[in-house]
Each structure stands twice: as structure tokens, then as C-alpha cells.
């Protein structure tokens, strides 16, 4: 069963017992999935644009799996709710980015999932020339609800291919790499 967390005003966490990796060493790292809406309004591009509104994904570590020392070094408060840790540790670290939209082309997804929000889709081209479709939204409420009933759901399927996902280079190293090091304080 997924658990879904507000951790401030455009920022939803959610978690799965079932969602978890094990490391070389044969720790087993609890995971969870950062969504953030981010408006574009006013960048490059998007001056005038009326949906400028698009969520951002990233696998984090459960609290529970951090290293004491990356708990230490990311904790703003001196006994942080597991909530507040969560988001110290996104804001610090950040995560493993991971395009929902991927599991299914924004397009084809549009049959129920339109009606949850008002929205738009866009082809983009990403770093690595390929065109990729991205939700945009009007209003970060509009992304947030739409990602409670859509996104947070269709997270269960990276899961599925997880090893696939974090496999994936991140410009230093991959996304082991990346949860090795705040699961063990491991830094590069």
C-alpha cells in the first residue's frame, strides 16, 4: 500500500514497503518517490506560458536507511519528524531523477487521467536529443492532484525495473551510486 506525504506546499513524498533495493554488500535500502511541482513562469521560454507547471521525480532513501552521518549533516532541526528528514535530505542530495511520464507516453495516458487536472502535453527534446512528452500544468495544485491520482500510482511500475533505473548514469556515476552514498555516507 503507498503511502503519500506532503512535505511542504508543492512537494508530495510517497513510499511502498515493497519498494526497495539491495546493495552489493547485501543491505536492503527502503525507497521512496520525491514529486515536486516546479513553475517554469518566467524562465527562458516560458515567459507568457499559461501551463508552466511540471513535476519532477526523484528516487530518495527512507530515513531509516540514511547514514548517520548524512542525517546529521541534512538535518535542519535537532529531532526532525521522519517527514522533515525526508525533505532536508531532497533539498541537500537530492535524489535519482525518474520520468514517470516514461512509463506510459503522456498522450496515450490522457483517456482517465485528463480529467484529474487541467493540463497540457508538449513534446521537449532532452539533453541527449531524444523528444520526450511532458505534462504541463496551470497551477501547482493542479500538478499536485494530478500526481496523487496518476503519478503516485504508476510509481509502483519503476519499481518493477528498478535495476534498469538506477543503472542509468547521473553525470557522476549512477543511481547506485547515488543511493550507496546516502544509504552509507559513501561520498565522491
Known sequence: ?????????????????????????????????VFEAVDLAGTR????????VIVEAE???WPESLDEEVILEVSEEENPSRERLIFDLYRHHGGVPVNIDALQPARASCGASAFVADQV???QKTASGQTIE??????????????????????????????????????????????RSLSKGEFS
Do not use: N
Not at 547485501?26 to 521512496?32: E, H
Not at 521560454?45 to 508552466?52: A, K, L, Q, R
Open 1 to 33: 500500500m503507498v503511502a503519500v506525504f506532503q512535505l511542504d506546499e508543492k512537494t508530495v513524498y510517497a513510499e511502498d514497503e515493497e519498494w526497495r533495493c539491495e546493495l552489493e554488500d547485501g543491505s536492503v535500502v527502503g525507497l521512496g518517490v
Open 45 to 52: 521560454g516560458f515567459e507568457d506560458e499559461e501551463y508552466s
Open 59 to 61: 528516487i530518495v532513501p
Open 121 to 123: 502535453v508538449r513534446s
Open 134 to 179: 511532458v505534462r504541463h500544468f496551470r497551477t501547482v495544485e493542479d500538478a499536485l492532484r494530478f500526481t496523487r491520482e496518476f503519478y503516485v500510482i504508476m510509481a509502483s511500475i519503476v519499481f518493477e525495473f528498478l535495476d534498469w533505473v538506477l543503472d542509468q548514469p547521473l553525470g557522476h556515476g549512477t543511481g547506485w551510486e547515488k543511493i
